[in-house]
Nanobody, 122 residues
Framework: VQLQASGGGLVQAGGSPRLSCAAS????????LGWFRQAPGKARDFVAV???????MYSDSVKGRFSISRDNAKNTVYLQMNSLKPEDTAVYYC?????????????????WGQGTQVTVSS
């Protein structure tokens, strides 16, 4: 499975960009699609995940501000980010898991995209 993320860039605080991640290849072999992020000098953190059936889970830091969705016909997952803060600045990665339940555990994700930079200016 290959994952291609897009939609990052330089955004002002309070902005609302949307990230996209298109999956290709053996997409039938995966279920949960998630987003993680990594800020400079920090570990990669879970952001949000959504299963094929639509069950979603968010980290506490983005709950209420970010929304994850997917279009199964297009094999694409989206991350709508609202009310961005400078601390949201990071490289955002999409990932795919064979698990059929929402999980924040990075080791359960078999496939990773290349990442897209989101920089929030104050």
């Amino acid at each position: 499975v290959q994952l291609q993320a897009s939609g990052g860039g330089l955004v002002q605080a309070g902005g609302s960009p949307r990230l996209s991640c298109a999956a290709s290849g053996r997409t039938f072999s995966v279920d949960a699609l998630g987003w993680f992020r990594q800020a400079p000098g920090k570990a990669r953190d879970f952001v949000a995940v959504i299963t094929n059936s639509g069950s979603a889970m968010y980290s506490d830091s983005v709950k209420g501000r970010f929304s994850i969705s997917r279009d199964n016909a297009k094999n694409t997952v989206y991350l709508q980010m609202n009310s961005l803060k400078p601390e949201d600045t990071a490289v955002y990665y999409c990932a795919a898991s064979r698990k059929r339940y929402p999980t924040a555990e990075p080791s359960l994700y078999l496939y990773w995209g290349q990442g897209t930079q989101v920089t929030v200016s104050s």
